[in-house]
């Protein structure tokens, strides 16, 4: 199971490329696939059915039988964001510019203020695991700011408090308001 695991980790990275032309990210992704997700939204307790679902997508890409032990891991955080990108691009697909779910889950990495956490930056400051843990932390008990800033989804002008309305909601007003149609 431990080699299951790191497989899946690593078709997780390969998803959204960890491993840049200039950067890597490989430390933060890692810190962020080690805090299992948590709701405290009712409603964002189907966010950790995307973590599922990414799960099941593996099995199949791997021609993996059924595990029980696979599917009983907590939901990570890692999984909940790229099942978020992959939602964002099932609304916003368009054909002339292929898949962009690569793009859309950096820049909610982008939102959350991890662009500079790069493994090179986590080899210099032994503190940026517990910045990314207290980053996280802040999101998912809805300690970000009423637009959202902080969160994955900010927005410049906002009808409702961003932390009382769930993850799905706050991303179609972050689309709405960033790429009208």
């Not at 960890?18 to 490989?26: A, I």
């Not at 997508?57 to 599917?71: G, L, N, P, T």
Request: hydrophobic share 35%; with cysteine.
């Amino acid at each position: 199971m431990i080699q299951i695991k790191q497989d899946y980790f690593q078709w997780l990275c390969e998803m959204v490329h960890s491993d840049g032309p200039s950067q890597s990210y490989g430390i933060l992704l890692k810190t962020l696939h080690s805090i299992p997700f948590f709701a405290t939204h009712e409603r964002d307790l189907n966010r950790m059915d995307d973590g599922y679902r990414l799960r099941y997508e593996y099995q199949s890409f791997c021609h993996m039988q059924d595990s029980e032990d696979f599917y009983e891991m907590k939901v990570s955080v890692l999984e909940v964001l790229i099942g978020l990108a992959n939602r964002i691009e099932d609304l916003m697909y368009d054909p002339d510019k292929g898949d962009q779910t690569l793009i859309w889950f950096w820049e909610m990495m982008d939102n959350l203020g991890f662009e500079n956490f790069t493994d090179e930056a986590f080899g210099k400051r032994e503190w940026y695991t517990f910045q990314v843990e207290d980053i996280v932390k802040k999101w998912m008990d809805r300690k970000f700011q009423r637009n959202g800033k902080g969160s994955p989804f900010p927005l410049k002008t906002w009808k409702y408090d961003q932390r009382k309305i769930e993850l799905l909601y706050q991303m179609n007003d972050y689309l709405n308001e960033r790429y009208p149609i």
